[in-house]
């Protein structure tokens, strides 16, 4: 299996800025990619940003020039910085790895949550 192990997420004030990690271990394939979703009371899951390891990096168009996906390939950890934070970027966040030997595989979530 693969196996995540989440950190970062906490309260902060508008404007703020936050760091979540993502670490990934066990039987990983080198092709792959990780992301970050989130998913807010009442709303369906949705997609934050994604790094393919060697490929392309995307953004939602919501967190453009917010939010910045990295990825350090010797420790299999992706992390996102979230700056110029918004109430309206409360959620639960999400880790995501996948490859096409396991699939989708989902971190615990961690819960940011944005004051005004």
């Known amino acids: 299996q693969v196996l995540l192990v989440e950190s970062g997420g906490g309260l902060v004030q508008a404007g703020g800025s936050l760091r979540l990690s993502c670490a990934a271990s066990g039987s990983i394939v080198s092709t792959n990619v990780m992301g970050w979703y989130r998913q807010a009371p009442g709303k369906q899951r949705e997609f934050v940003a994604s790094?393919?390891?060697?490929?392309?990096?995307n953004y939602a168009d919501s967190v453009k020039g917010r939010f910045t996906i990295s990825r350090d390939n010797a420790e299999n950890t992706v992390y996102l910085r979230l700056n110029s934070l918004e109430p309206e970027d409360t959620a639960v966040y999400f880790c995501?790895?996948?490859?096409?030997?396991?699939?989708?595989?989902w971190g615990q979530g961690t819960q940011v949550t944005v004051s005004s």
């Open positions: 790094n393919a390891r060697g490929g392309s990096t």
């Open positions: 995501n790895y996948y490859d096409y030997v396991h699939g989708d595989v």
